[in-house]
């Protein structure tokens, strides 16, 4: 029987590119937001706290070549006994193609992949791609700590794994009941951090940055969101442990912006209140972003992220047609948006909204409603995202009835139109009325009065913005309608 890992063993984990730029174009992505790897940061710190010795290959990372056989051969540096990756949808073929080349340098290494593309197509990708050794599904701290282990495979739960041709997939691990057990992400294991990690343009007013996530799951199922790894039901750390990882981030790397990548930070009032009374009282210099669902605000919890060092909420808000919202967000209505901007604002925060173009049933008259919309709310910021059919979302199963889809998982990012829903007549309609309302937006006079009233607050993103000025003009170009 083919045995687990042996502890003691160096364990490197592998955060792969992936394709995540337009065809034919230079991948700037990581010059414009480069996010820390949260997830492979917090496997390494729960496998540091088991005594293994463990190191972070980010291939997003500075001074990460983009080449895939230099990357191979950084990676083969290390001298792993096992790689371990964390793969989306468009990084899995990455991962896949690093995975190959390292068996044809170095069979004796361990292959293992997790993340979300792995949780929810599981042992089918096993038996497509033999240069894994084992999948890993679901949360990765505990399997990956009983991989490295003198265990039998057949005894680790979450584990996907195979014997001569035959395929193995065991049951799920449970779940983390209590997040405060584990250890803060080992970002000391990532090159470059914080310096070489960049928040969004304009998100924030001090620098650096950082990115940090509360919780896990959610309550809710929208027709697009995967939640292979996490499933349903909401799990959080408590008040004192945020408040503890705030002033770790701080006090180790000094940090002073952080953003809340949480889907429902505001869902638990009693830990907010609590974390915000804790920063209003013991303050740390440090403001932060968060996002909030629609029926989680009131004047009063805004007010205390406010006092805490809140500087901007995000809205996920989608769509402004109410067939399209109610098939794909059920439980949020556009007056419910309108009212909940207003007292984002009017507690002096900034409203941003986040968006998605293309979802099934998406027509020119609905992208014009929401265009509209997203210009009525006086919104300080907004992010439209270009929807992409997930294997683990809902609406997976019949996504193909919906209209036409290119499965190609590398272009498969938010960032490319891979769906056409029937309503659109092609690709390069929906690409030029993509490009035409988010330039609107940010052409919009009212927008930009407030921006300028701005400036002196924005001036360190104006200052990366010019350092990087010839990259960022190449993304411009690629957003203006008629390209």
Not at 37 to 58: F, K, M, N, R, T
Not at 237 to 266: C, G, M, Q, W
Not at 312 to 338: C, F, P, T, W, Y
Request: net charge positive; proline share 6%; hydrophobic share 40%.
């Amino acid at each position: 029987m083919k045995k687990g890992i042996r502890v003691g063993k160096h364990i490197l984990l592998v955060h792969p590119r992936g394709y995540n730029w337009f065809p034919g174009h230079r991948d700037i992505t990581d010059v414009a937001n480069r996010m820390a790897p949260q997830g492979l940061l917090s496997i390494a710190a729960y496998l540091l706290e088991q005594g293994h010795d463990v190191s972070i290959y980010d291939c997003l990372g500075p001074g990460v070549p983009f080449n895939l056989h230099k990357q191979i051969k950084e990676i083969l540096d290390y001298k792993p006994q096992v790689v371990g990756f964390s793969a989306t949808t468009s990084s899995f073929p990455d991962a896949a193609d690093m995975a190959q080349k390292i068996k044809e340098h170095a069979s004796h290494i361990k292959t293992v992949c997790g993340g979300v593309h792995v949780s929810a197509l599981e042992g089918e990708l096993l038996r497509a791609y033999p240069a894994f050794d084992f999948l890993c599904t679901g949360e990765g701290e505990l399997t990956m700590a009983d991989l490295a282990q003198e265990i039998d495979p057949s005894e680790i739960k979450g584990l996907i794994w195979r014997q001569d041709s035959q395929v193995f997939t065991n049951q799920p691990h449970p779940q983390i009941a209590d997040l405060d057990s584990l250890p803060f992400p080992a970002y000391e294991k990532l090159k470059g951090f914080p310096h070489d990690y960049h928040l969004p343009l304009f998100s924030y007013v001090n620098t650096p940055g950082a990115t940090m996530i509360t919780s896990r799951g959610c309550m809710y199922q929208c027709s697009y969101c995967d939640r292979s790894v996490f499933k349903k039901g909401f799990r959080y750390n408590s008040a004192p442990y945020i408040y503890e990882h705030i002033k770790y981030l701080k006090t180790r790397f000094s940090v002073r912006h952080i953003n809340i990548y949480d889907d429902l930070f505001t869902a638990d009032r009693a830990r907010i209140a609590e974390l915000c009374e804790k920063l209003a009282r013991y303050p740390l210099g440090i403001n932060f972003n968060c996002a909030v669902r629609v029926g989680y605000t009131d004047d009063e919890l805004l007010k205390m992220l406010k006092d805490a060092g809140c500087l901007m909420v995000s809205l996920g808000i989608e769509s402004a047609n109410s067939q399209i919202l109610a098939r794909h967000k059920s439980g949020v209505s556009l007056d419910e948006v309108r009212a909940a901007v207003k007292q984002i604002q009017a507690a002096g925060l900034r409203a941003k909204g986040l968006f998605i173009m293309g979802l099934p049933g998406e027509t020119e008259e609905s992208i014009r409603q929401t265009s509209d919309f997203i210009i009525s709310l006086g919104l300080d910021d907004m992010n439209m995202s270009k929807f992409t059919p997930f294997p683990g979302a809902p609406l997976w199963p019949t996504i193909k009835e919906e209209g036409d889809f290119n499965e190609d998982w590398r272009l498969m990012n938010c960032l490319n139109f891979v769906f056409i829903p029937n309503g659109i007549a092609s690709k390069e309609r929906l690409d030029l009325l993509y490009n035409k309302h988010v330039k609107r937006f940010y052409s919009d006079p009212e927008w930009r009065r407030k921006f300028r009233r701005r400036l002196w607050q924005h001036r360190k993103s104006l200052a990366y913005l010019i350092r990087h000025l010839p990259s960022f003009w190449l993304a411009k170009r690629r957003f203006e309608p008629g390209r």
